[in-house]
């Protein structure tokens, strides 16, 4: 098995990448990144984007895409993706009724088989990455995201738990990745912690998430990589909570 890698969100730092992609991947790769996952292209074309993270030695890991622009054009974007690099597809959010128990599910899971059939074509996973809504129960009592990916086969769809969704959701990050044990090659180490009743987002080991029980549980249970996320910065600056939560992931490794 390949040896686990960490890559890091473009998301985190999406305003620096807008004015400097190629500066941006420079900071990332010296904060000690391996690759990254991207949420859109910047301004540039896919080849502009593979070039760029090429000569800074970033590999292409994975990309969030809604699915808006699948239906657009499935095998075009599909095929821009793949021209980067990325060996993953993420879908990044879902309305509650195109999920599971939702009255557009049947309609989302038949289009996610056609477009996870497209990446696979292309030497892609097709992945989804949940937040915490998910984590609701059905008027039947089934959880979600559990009915969701109980109702879409694993060679379809495979999983992006975000870790820190899944605790702010009242479920168990490490008791998550155990159940989809095989079925979570990519994984979002993410880090939060409470205040007034809102999960406020902090640079990993600056919250509540036992940050090494989750990144070892993730690697045993098969995770290639782990994909660190901060959706917003209200503490410090974004590079400069990049750069801690890679160390303080490195350093929860090691233990």
Known sequence: MKKTGIAAQVYSVREQAEKDFAGTMAALKGCGYEGVELAGLYGHSPEEIRDC??????????????????????????????????????????????????????????????????????????????????????????????????????????TELDTCWVKAGGADPVEYLEKYRGRCPVVHMKDFRWEDGNAELVALGDGVQNVAAVAKTALECGAQWLVVEQDDHKYGEPMDNMRKSIGNLREALAE
């Not at 239906?71 to 075009?76: A, F, I, N, S």
């Not at 195109?98 to 899971?109: A, V």
């Open 53 to 158: 993270l090429k000569e800074q030695g970033l590999e292409a890991v994975s990309a969030h895409v809604g699915l808006d622009l699948f239906r657009q054009d499935m095998e075009g974007t599909v095929k821009a993706y793949r021209t980067i690099g990325c060996s993953y597809v993420g879908i990044p959010y879902l309305p509650k009724e195109c999920l599971y128990g939702g009255e557009k599910f049947e309609e989302t899971r038949s289009f996610i088989k056609k477009l996870a059939a497209c990446c696979a074509e292309q030497g892609m996973v097709l992945l989804y990455h949940n937040h915490t809504f998910e984590f609701e129960k059905t008027a039947s009592g089934t959880v979600i995201l559990d009915g969701f990916y109980g109702a879409i086969e694993a060679d379809v769809l495979q």
